[in-house]
């Protein structure tokens, strides 16, 4: 996949626009690319010139917004598949995978709330997946992802082709709130601001890790509480603020395009690329969990550890365990046993 940017069309492209090393070709698809997130992801996407070729799937409406993304003067050639039948052609030669695919909560309801409908979509979008492009890094953005991660775990176990280093739960978005957050409270540049948030992507089982917050700003201890459940809460307030019409798209779509763009360098062969992630770990003794993750030219190149943490934080960790132990267990039931 990799040609020099001399030779193809898009390449040529990029050298007049000032692109002066080889830039790699890479396709990536987004499934469930006429959603809520899918559509500004698809956009953001669009922009990203790292991208060559950009496959929009979803089961209705994308041919509209890949003939309205297309026109968009960037890098990426922009191709819409709809159903089941396109579905391996949107996937072919991918080297990532996004999947916003599935329904979004209502006021009331919890992410696990999702899981009946969710489960099986992603579980058949994962079956696809081991199929037409097994290599692809997958980026699950379908909630519960404290599940969803495990099911695709589980279906490319069973399909023989799965790889624990190509396997992502974007959490991306917890750590662009507690960013936020952090820089309203502390009175700091918020984009200067650092925050590693762990765990898994579920109410407590969201752990942003304040005490590691940059630029440092020492704030109360109720002002971390306060931040912590804000960043626990952060999905729930979108979803109430929706009241009814779904649950955050847009920070979605901006997060989404963040990790996406992080795998995509560390493909590429970009040094030091860092993220927190939801992913296969040794870091505590659950099987997944989110932390800082090295991303490289195969993915995971190194699951870090949580470094030193708070009093609060410790019981924080102590307290999500449960929950998240039985999400995960809950994914890989439903993915064994239908
Ligand atoms: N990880 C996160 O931080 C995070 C953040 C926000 C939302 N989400 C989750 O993302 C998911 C999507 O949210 P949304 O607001 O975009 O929902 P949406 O309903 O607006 O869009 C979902 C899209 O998925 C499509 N879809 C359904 N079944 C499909 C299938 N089998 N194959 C392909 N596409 C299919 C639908 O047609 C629709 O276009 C939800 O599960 C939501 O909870 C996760
Ligand atoms: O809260 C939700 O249901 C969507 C998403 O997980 C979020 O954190 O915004």
């Known amino acids: 996949m990799f040609r020099s940017v001399a030779r193809s069309a898009a390449g040529k492209n990029l050298l007049r626009r000032g692109y002066a090393t080889a830039v790699p070709e890479r396709k990536v698809a987004v499934l469930g690319a006429a959603g809520g997130i899918g559509q500004p992801l698809a956009l953001l996407m669009k922009l990203n010139p790292l991208v060559s070729q950009l496959a929009l799937y979803d089961i209705a409406n994308t041919p509209g917004v890949a003939a309205d993304v297309s026109h968009i003067n960037s890098r990426s050639e922009v191709a819409g598949y709809v159903g089941e039948e396109q579905l391996g052609k949107a996937l072919e030669g991918c080297d990532v995978v996004i999947i ?108 942003p890790l304040f005490s590691q917050a940059t630029p440092k700003a020492n704030l109360p201890e109720e002002d971390i509480k306060a931040l912590t459940k804000r960043t626990q809460d952060g999905g729930t307030e979108v979803v109430e603020a929706k009241a009814g019409k779904g649950s955050a798209t847009l920070s979605m779509a901006y997060a989404g395009a963040i990790f996406a763009d992080a795998c995509l360098k560390g493909l590429n062969g970009v ?58 267990e809950k994914g890989i039931k439903f993915a064994n046993q239908s």
């Not at 099911?151 to 790889?163: N, P, R």
């Open 100 to 207: 916003p695919a599935g329904v979004p909560r209502k006021p009331g309801m919890t992410r696990d709330d999702l899981f009946n409908i969710n489960a099986g979509i992603v579980k058949g979008l994962c079956s696809a997946i081991a199929k037409y492009c097994p290599n692809a890094l997958v980026n699950m953005i379908s909630n519960p992802v404290n599940s969803t991660v495990p099911i695709a775990a589980e279906v490319f176990k069973k399909a023989g082709t799965y790889d624990e280093k190509k396997l992502f739960g974007v959490t991306t978005l917890d750590v662009v709130r507690a960013k936020t957050f952090y820089a309203g409270k502390a009175k700091v540049n918020v984009a200067d601001v650092n925050v590693p948030v762990v765990g898994g992507h579920a109410g407590i089982t969201i752990l």
């Open 271 to 328: 040094p030091d690329v860092v993220e927190c992630s939801f992913v296969q770990s040794t870091v505590t003794e659950l099987p997944f969990f989110a932390s800082k993750v090295r991303l490289g030219k195969n993915g995971v190149e190194e699951v870090l550890g949580l470094g030193p943490l708070s009093e609060y934080e410790k019981e924080g960790l102590e307290s999500l365990k449960p929950e998240l132990k039985s999400s995960i």
